[in-house]
């Protein structure tokens, strides 16, 4: 069996740099700069559980660019199929694809993102999500099966958690939706843990406390 070697990101490290060619013409990592952006692999065009994804991220564009965040597919498919596909997805479905998608053929992007698992499946990328802070620095990582397509309203979620933790410095709960009780960061020292009880918060124990912001 062949072995291909992909190197895997860290979170909260700088994501892997790119320049690559698009159906919306050249971009970069630094095109993105000052902007979140999600990057997301699908194993290839014309398949049925991407096409759905596909359609589910071009929905819910419009949601993604008033919390400014951009969205930037990718497959190892070559440009002429990814304009084919997306051509064939607004006559089939009536949804036009807004955001730029990668031809990564010799999956130099692919691989320094780890979307290369092998025996994952018949395709070289696997379906992978990744979203990158305006730092250029990588926040999250979802990788799927490749039978089962991702929820596009688990990203809308998960952004909204992260920017709401980064703007605020709290952490949020289990399934955290905006509006609700975010968790206070538990007290570093003793003398801190003690008097937590008194400080005003939802308080269930000095390292567990919930506030409403």
């Given at each position: 069996?062949?072995?291909?070697?992909?190197a895997f990101p860290r979170l909260n490290e700088p994501a892997p740099d790119f320049s690559a060619?698009?159906?919306f013409g050249d971009r970069s990592l630094s095109d993105y700069r000052g902007k979140w952006l999600i990057l997301f692999s699908h194993p290839a065009d014309f398949t049925p559980v991407c096409t759905t994804e596909f359609i589910g991220f071009a929905k819910a564009a419009p949601k993604f660019q008033s919390m400014g965040c951009e969205l930037?597919?990718?497959s190892i498919d070559s440009?002429?199929?990814?304009?084919?596909?997306?051509?064939?997805?607004?006559e089939k479905f009536g949804v036009e694809i807004p955001f730029p998608i990668i031809e990564d053929l010799k999956m130099d992007?692919?691989?320094?993102?780890?979307?290369?698992?092998?025996?994952?499946?018949?395709?070289?990328?696997?379906?992978?999500?990744?979203?990158i802070d305006p730092n250029g620095v990588l926040r999250a990582m979802v990788y799927y099966p490749m039978?089962?397509?991702?929820?596009?309203?688990?990203?809308?979620?998960?952004?909204?958690?992260?920017?709401?933790?980064d703007a605020n410095g709290v952490a949020t709960p289990e399934n955290w939706h905006a509006g609700e009780p975010v968790i206070v960061p538990p007290p570093k020292t003793a003398e801190a843990a003690e008097k937590r009880s008194g400080a005003g918060y939802d308080y269930?124990?000095?390292?567990?406390?919930?506030k409403t912001i």
């Open positions: 069996m062949e072995t291909v070697t992909s060619k698009t159906t930037l597919g990718l440009l002429f199929s990814h304009i084919a596909w997306t051509r064939n997805i607004k992007v692919a691989r320094s993102y780890g979307m290369i698992h092998p025996g994952a499946g018949d395709t070289s990328a696997v379906r992978a999500t990744f979203l039978s089962n397509g991702r929820s596009i309203d688990e990203f809308v979620r998960l952004l909204t958690a992260l920017q709401t933790s269930v124990d000095w390292y567990f406390s919930k």
